[in-house]
């Protein structure tokens, strides 16, 4: 079956040397040792050039080059005193363009390859540092941020960071792969994001992919740049929230969603993706039928592969991770689907393939990389990119696992998605806990730790009852924040109050409390009616104890806690980094043959 490619469709996207105007080594590298395809050249005695896969005079030698490892230094050494980089800078003159990028897991192992060979000068360090733009982690109000992860028994930390891929049509060369012309300059959406989430112990990675379309609850956001403050709104797509004043909004959504503490994100757009793309060599997919997505009406991405597995890149990488006409049924879940089947494959192409250790292709991925980024500050300089790229590289590929959080449909008719209730609940509590989610981690025993704050007599706690019965499917339950603050009364504490306001919607019973000095009340009231200290919060969002009282406890007068064992929900399937087998279902309607 003949391969794909990109070299039909157009000018393949320019990678912008780092000799720039100023000729060979103004950066710190020799343009002089390589080829235009970036491949080192060896001069023979009598002057004439050949390249290390035996173009010109004479054969490769096989003196090959040093492939990058570890050992390497980061920082280019002899140079006297290291600089810090970092900066703002997006690149030429005039007026700083405002890209935002698409995330691909590919730019974060891609570090790991490119970073450590990056010592060819001073200058090229600076200049690549120059390239990264950074953006603050979280805009969201600080009060409602989640709790930082807490040390394992060894004292490793789990790390979390959000990958985010934006559908910005900010410049000339986005809008023209990202559509229509009335879309230029509007808000970037989020139309990617995916919880990475390693391991303490760097065993295992679980990565969790929300659906674009997923209606959420974004928080007040304050942009940075311009200081103008977005108040908090409820039941909007998640895609919205970048457009509320940056990535660090985002962040700030999911952590108000999972109450995990998201340490770093890192973004790339439309524009990025090609340039990875080609920088990386191609990434295998596979299809099980020939697929053209392309409707009459002007729907589709426009991909159009043979049945089996095609190497892709540039433009066709883009259509691929774009493409929700033609896959399965035509969701933006199969989007998801097809997104986790394309980073599985690189990450594996990118730990396989050798030709990475030639060092004039590895410049053209470092520049790639650097310039395709968008991260928080933390990140935001080379040998910081470097660091976290050797940790991820701790994590073998057959425990790397992917997949969708669990949803169901809004409403029938509104292909509107929502947390599913109880399972996505739990696979955000089996990152918190750091509990892999392919079930191979060692049993972990938790037992429920008493506050060292002692609670009031039972008839001085004050407490506010809350109906949270309401799903997506089922009407809140009418009067059960009353029959429960009665069932309160009748065990002694005699200042429970019902809240009679808008039933919410709360998938398993919490009791939530503001301050450590209530922590005790609220764990005698999780006592008193047999609720799991678990499911005991700390949170901003009350004034006092608060029970809500949830879809798992509709009706009766005794609370059965969900059974919890540490098991990943079957609603959650799961993509693994070691399946080469994988393949796109193709709908039947965008066959062409």
């Known amino acids: 079956m003949a391969q794909s490619g990109v070299r039909g469709e157009g000018a393949r996207p320019r990678v912008r040397h780092a000799g720039g105007s100023g000729g060979a080594g103004a950066h710190g590298w020799d343009d002089s040792l390589y080829d235009e395809n970036g491949d080192p050249v060896h001069r023979v005695d009598d002057g004439s050039v050949r390249t290390a896969d035996g173009h010109g005079a004479g054969t490769a030698d096989g003196d090959g080059v040093r492939a990058a490892d570890d050992t390497m230094p980061l920082k280019p050494q002899g140079h006297g005193r290291h600089g810090g980089g970092g900066g703002r800078r997006r690149g030429g003159g005039g007026r700083p363009r405002r890209r935002r990028r698409i995330l691909r897991w590919s730019a974060i192992v891609l570090a790991v390859l490119i970073l450590g060979t990056a010592g060819a000068g001073y200058l090229y360090y600076q200049h690549l540092n120059a390239n990264i733009k950074k953006k603050d982690l979280n805009i969201g109000d600080p009060k409602d941020r989640?709790?930082?992860s807490k040390a394992n028994a060894a004292g490793q930390t789990p790390l979390n960071i959000l990958l985010i891929g934006s559908d910005a049509r900010d410049s000339t060369e986005n809008?023209?792969?990202?559509g229509a012309k009335d879309t230029f300059g509007t808000p970037a959406r989020a139309d990617v994001q995916m919880l990475l989430h390693v391991s303490a112990d760097r065993s295992n990675m679980s990565v969790v992919s929300m659906p674009r379309d997923t209606l959420v609850d974004i928080p007040k956001c304050t942009d940075?740049?311009?200081?103008?403050?977005?108040?908090?709104?409820?039941n909007v797509m998640t895609n919205d929230s970048l457009g509320r004043g940056g990535p660090g909004c985002t962040v700030a959504t999911w952590e108000k969603l999972t109450d995990i503490h998201i340490d770093h994100f890192m973004m790339v757009d439309f524009s990025g993706v090609v340039d990875m793309a080609d920088a990386?060599?191609?990434v295998p997919v596979c299809v099980d039928a020939n697929i053209y997505s392309h409707t009459s009406s002007g729907h589709g991405s426009g991909l159009k592969l043979e049945k089996g597995t095609t190497s892709i890149k540039g433009k066709q990488a883009l259509q691929w991770l774009r493409t929700r006409y033609g896959f399965e049924d035509d969701t933006d879940i199969a989007r998801t689907k097809a997104q986790h089947q394309y980073m599985n494959s690189m990450v594996r192409q990118l730990r396989e393939n050798a030709t990475l250790?030639?060092?004039?292709?590895?410049?053209k991925l470092a520049e790639t990389a650097t310039t395709a980024l968008t991260v928080d500050d933390a990140l935001g300089t080379v040998t910081k990119l470097y660091d976290l790229s050797k940790e991820l590289k701790k994590v073998p590929t057959k425990r790397i696992s992917m997949t969708t959080m669990p949803w169901e449909y809004a409403s029938p008719t509104s292909g509107r998605v929502v947390p599913k209730p109880t399972d996505a609940a739990k696979v955000w509590r089996l990152l918190r806990e750091d509990i892999a989610l392919d079930g191979k981690d060692k049993k972990k025993t938790t037992k429920d730790k008493a506050s060292s704050d002692p609670a009031a007599a039972d008839d001085a706690i004050a407490v506010q009852v809350q109906n949270g019965t309401r799903t997506s499917a089922l009407a809140p339950v009418s009067g059960r924040a009353s029959a429960v603050t009665e069932l309160l009364?009748?065990?002694?504490?005699?200042?429970?109050?019902?809240?009679?306001?808008?039933?919410?919607t709360q998938a398993t019973t919490v009791i939530?409390?503001?301050?450590?000095?209530?922590?005790?009340?609220?764990?005698?009231?999780?006592?008193?009616?047999?609720?799991?200290f678990s499911a005991v919060k700390k949170s901003t969002d009350v004034s006092g104890v608060t029970l809500v009282v949830g879809a798992d406890w509709r009706s009766g007068t005794t609370y059965t806690a969900p059974e919890d064992d540490d098991k990943t929900p079957a609603s959650?399937?799961?993509?693994?980094?070691?399946?080469?087998?994988?393949?796109?279902?193709v709908d039947p309607d965008y066959i062409w043959s």
Do not use: W
């Not at 250790?357 to 410049?363: D, F, S, T, V």
């Open 224 to 234: 940075p740049d311009t200081g103008k403050v977005y108040a908090a709104e409820t």
């Open 146 to 148: 989640a709790a930082k």
């Open 357 to 363: 250790g030639n060092p004039g292709k590895l410049r």
């Open 280 to 282: 990386i060599g191609g």
């Open 489 to 504: 009364v009748g065990k002694g504490f005699t200042q429970a109050k019902a809240d009679t306001t808008t039933a919410t």
């Open 175 to 178: 809008q023209k792969l990202g």
């Open 512 to 532: 939530r409390y503001p301050s450590a000095d209530l922590e005790g009340d609220a764990q005698r009231v999780a006592k008193s009616l047999g609720i799991p």
């Open 572 to 585: 959650a399937k799961l993509d693994k980094g070691t399946d080469t087998k994988a393949c796109m279902h």
